[in-house]
């Protein structure tokens, strides 16, 4: 069975800085594609970032080059460092895994799915305000 937890969420003053972590138990394979998604209320999941079992990652536009997503592989381990926070970030960051072998950006696709293929963790809050 997989199991997705993640850490390090919490509150920040915007221009300040988070990473979040989130370990996986279960088969390897589970975890060859590995992404964050967050969600505000009254508001869909929305794919933040995305990494593929090759290393590539693909990002939504609004966090590119703020958001580093990165992964541990040996100990399927996924991290989001993430810079220069703006109020608009705040929400529930969830961590999600699909058994998929494939790029970053097929990754990202394929996570957007939204369907019983993903593995989801129980998700995290992030707060940003002065």
């Known amino acids: 069975q997989v199991q997705l937890v993640e850490s390090g969420g919490g509150s920040v003053q915007p221009g300040g800085s988070l990473r979040l972590s989130c370990a996986g138990s279960?088969?390897?394979?589970?975890?060859?594609?590995m992404g964050w998604f967050r969600q505000v209320p009254g508001k869909g999941r929305e794919g933040v970032a995305a990494?593929?079992?090759?290393?590539?990652?693909s990002y939504m536009e609004t966090v590119e080059g703020r958001f580093t997503i990165s992964k541990d592989s040996a100990n399927n381990t996924l991290y989001l460092q993430m810079n220069s926070l703006q109020p608009e970030d705040t929400a529930m960051y969830y961590c999600?895994?699909?058994?998929?072998?494939?790029?970053?950006?097929?990754?990202?696709?394929?996570?957007?799915?939204?369907?019983?293929?993903?593995?989801w963790g129980q998700g995290i809050q992030v707060i940003v305000s002065s």
């Open positions: 990494i593929g079992s090759d290393g590539t990652t």
């Open positions: 999600a895994s699909r058994r998929l072998f494939s790029s970053g950006g097929f990754c990202y696709r394929r996570l957007q799915s939204l369907d019983d293929e993903n593995y």
């Open positions: 279960g088969s390897p394979a589970d975890f060859y594609c």
